[in-house]
């Protein structure tokens, strides 16, 4: 026979191991790399409103990857702003969803955004929504990229405050 | 190990002066080690073996068995000092080339796949040959290895020992093929996920049949002669091909992803994973990741004509 102290230990360690399991769960959804998620028959006649990127790791440090590759930083440096408007901050000039930023970055914006259609495939567009999703904090902690592959000054996005979204142009 | 033995993927089949070296190395080593083993083991059954004498305890032995402890101790630090010796001539002989070299080629890593970049004093002649390296047959190539992102190593089996491509340094070695042929290498570090689908081809030919191919992939790419090719040339130019891959003599001109202007003549796509085909080939296109999970190369959903002529354009590559 258990005593009563016995029976809610045993209670509390059954706890702690659904917990842990659980979180194992968690994780498995996060470190996910959905490389076959876009097959050909994704063609842009049938819209992704959902960012299949979304809360996925890899998906986003892959993001972060072509945001250097494709030299987003010459105009938003990095998320901190200078030719174009800055990306780590709390103002969404266009909206923050993942449709709007898909849109931002598929049609284009005017004052000197370049509409990618064509030049960026889908996939990696939603790897960079991700990104730049991340960029303000706006995605779970454990998703966001921890370091850079090259010296950088700037606090790393799972280090940053998390910003609530403003959006700051009514369309 | 036997069956290891032949194949153009094998370091015990050597067709090079250094695999030779290293594979004469490797034999002796082996036939040392085993004479060695049955020397001491032979020695240890005839100890167990022998019965305790009475003889045993008086000096004059005593001192005859330290003597043979001595002489055993002296020959197993020859035989060491041998073995190392040995090793570090052999070693340096692998990394400075037997004679002046004919030709320098720059070999690039890439997650995952290989540059060869063909040097010359006029820049127009400079090409690359993503994943085949050709080299005259007989006389040293010197190697310049270098990486983009992650540690690689270069190695073919058949012609050389490894050498590690390092970002950010440049790492020197030679190969060379005694005769001519087909051989495989493959990347020897780990370095992600499609790192057993780094494969390359050095195909090594007599000096005119090198000279020729050189003069062919100095050359533009190809015009595109019928209506088809026509337009596979435009669909490529206007959508995301362009944005990674070169075509020299058009307008695509970067290198993030293999060099297309003579893709048609290589001998396997995707870095040795896919023998150089039509059927391939589409596949490649329209959704590599089912190939190769993991490649930088994103999905494209082409139009399915649009696609055939893509097709008839690349393979007019030659």
Not at chain 1, 7 to 22: F, H
Not at chain 2, 244 to 263: F, M, Q
């Amino acid at each position: 026979m258990l005593t009563a102290q016995e029976g809610s230990l045993s209670v509390w360690a059954l706890g702690i191991a659904l917990w842990a399991l659980s979180l194992l769960g968690v994780s498995c959804q996060r470190e996910v790399r959905p490389f076959q998620d876009f097959s050909v028959a994704s063609a842009r006649t049938q819209k992704l409103v959902e960012s299949p990127f979304q809360n996925n790791a890899y998906g986003t440090a892959e993001g972060k990857r072509l945001f250097d590759q494709f030299n987003c930083s010459g105009c938003h440096a990095h998320g901190g702003g200078g030719m174009g408007p800055a990306l780590m901050d709390d103002k969404w000039i266009y909206g923050s969803e993942p449709t709007n930023i898909f849109e931002s970055i598929v049609e284009g914006r005017p004052n000197g955004m370049p509409a990618w259609r064509n030049k960026i495939p889908d996939q990696q567009v939603w790897e960079l929504v991700a990104y730049v999703q991340s960029m303000s904090g706006n995605e779970p902690i454990d998703v966001l990229p921890s370091r850079s592959d090259h010296m950088r000054s700037s606090t790393p996005e799972n280090a940053r405050r998390a910003q609530t979204p403003v959006q700051t142009h009514t369309p | 190990m036997m069956f290891a033995i032949g194949g153009n993927q094998s370091a015990l089949n050597p067709h090079g002066p250094i695999a030779r070296s290293i594979v004469t190395h490797t034999w002796w080593l082996l036939a040392i080690s085993i004479a060695v083993y049955v020397v001491v083991m032979a020695a240890l059954l005839i100890a167990l073996a022998r019965r305790r004498r009475e003889s045993d305890d008086l000096p004059a032995t005593t001192s005859r068995l330290t003597r043979n402890v001595g002489v055993a101790v002296v020959l197993t630090v020859l035989t060491l000092i041998g073995i190392a010796a040995s090793s570090v001539v052999a070693g340096r002989g692998l990394y400075s080339p037997s004679g002046a070299g004919a030709i320098t080629v720059d070999v690039v890593g890439h997650q995952w796949w290989w540059d060869f970049q063909y040097h010359d004093v006029t820049p127009s002649d400079v090409f690359t040959s993503p994943n085949e390296l050709h080299i005259p047959v007989g006389v040293p190539v010197v190697i310049k290895a270098m990486s983009t992102d992650v540690i690689h190593s270069f190695w073919v089996p058949n012609l050389m020992g490894k050498r590690d491509l390092i970002p950010g340094i440049v790492t020197n070695t030679w190969i060379q093929a005694d005769e001519p042929g087909v051989y495989r290498g493959q990347c020897a570090e780990f370095c992600g996920h499609q790192h057993a689908h780094m494969a390359l081809n050095v195909v090594a030919e007599p000096m005119d049949e090198f000279l020729t191919w050189i003069q062919h992939q100095r050359e533009p790419a190809a015009e595109p002669s019928t209506d088809l090719e026509r337009r596979g040339q435009q669909v490529f130019l206007q959508s995301p091909c362009v944005t990674c891959h070169a075509i020299r003599g058009t307008d695509a001109g970067s290198h993030v992803g293999p060099e297309l202007t003579h893709v048609a003549s290589r001998l396997t796509l995707a870095a040795g994973t896919l023998p150089n085909a039509r059927g391939h080939l589409a596949g490649w296109i329209a959704n590599s990741q089912s190939i190769k999970p993991g490649n930088r190369m994103p999905p494209n959903p082409l139009a399915p004509d649009d696609l055939q002529a893509v097709l008839a354009y690349v393979r007019s590559l030659r």
